[in-house]
Antibody
Framework: EVQLVQSGAEVKRAGESLRISCRGS????????ISWLRQMPGKGLEWMGR????????DTRPSLQGHFTISVDTSISTAYLQWSSLEASDTAIYFC??????????????WGQGTLVTVSS | EIVMTQSPATLSVSPGERATLSCRAS??????LAWYQQKPGQAPRLLIY???TRASGIPARFSGSRSGTEFTLTINSLQSEDFAVYYC?????????FGQGTKLDIK
């Protein structure tokens, strides 16, 4: 069974760094893009960026660019979302999701369970 | 970026009845639209992709359709487990964008 398992909840202070992870299993990790999405408290879903595990190329939503880094370690089937300096507005649930590419569209067919990140000011 | 507008924000329907949820794109997105279901405390689940293709394991009571830039998710014969929040998502134009969600609750 395909699974994406994310790291546990985090409580941080503004200005601190953080890396959360997403480990895939039961499929060829290198063959499917992984995206990160966030859901701020009581809000909807927002796509943040994606990474191609085959070559580690990543791209991010222009409006969010520069604030975080998406990376991957294919040897351990794990994708990462990393911040060097958190802000209170980063408080959210973060999901990783596997891409399903079909007929020129990209969809998210498997999701991690979510990682709650709480940042205090 | 493309704006996805879902309506209504909340839809109250009785079990056993039909629910019709709408999603409008601010410009043409071809058929690159998906629908997701999210229950409290859970990750979203892919229901429909490419406008009308049901994802693996999704019951036939869920169906999707399109008219121009207007997309519809129809849920026939609502079951208790269908009451949740539903999101549409486009991937025709980068960055991918979601609608703000429709909450389907029990009437």
């Amino acid at each position: 069974e395909v699974q994406l398992v994310q790291s546990g909840a985090e409580v941080k202070r503004a200005g601190e760094s953080l890396r959360i992870s997403c480990r895939g299993s039961a499929y060829d990790f290198s063959k499917y893009y992984i995206s990160w999405l966030r859901q701020m408290p009581g809000k909807g879903l927002e796509w943040m960026g994606r990474v191609d595990p085959a070559d580690s190329y990543s791209d991010t939503r222009p409006s969010l660019q520069g604030h975080f880094t998406i990376s991957v370690d294919t040897s351990i089937s794990t994708a990462y979302l990393q911040w060097s300096s958190l802000e209170a507005s980063d408080t959210a649930i973060y999901f990783c999701a596997r891409h399903l590419y079909y007929d020129a569209g990209n969809y998210f067919d498997y999701w991690g369970q979510g990682t709650l990140v709480t940042v205090s000011s | 970026e493309i704006v996805m507008t879902q309506s209504p924000a909340t839809l109250s329907v009785s079990p056993g009845e039909r629910a019709t949820l709408s999603c409008r794109a601010s410009q043409s997105i071809s058929n690159t639209l998906a629908w997701y279901q999210q229950k409290p405390g859970q990750a979203p689940r892919l229901l429909i992709y490419a406008t009308s293709t049901r994802a693996s394991g999704i019951p036939a009571r869920f169906s999707g359709s399109r008219s121009g830039t207007e997309f519809t998710l129809t849920i026939n014969s609502l079951q208790s487990e269908d009451f949740a929040v539903y999101y549409c998502q486009q991937s025709n134009v980068w960055p991918y964008t979601f609608g703000q969600g429709t909450k389907l609750d029990i009437k």
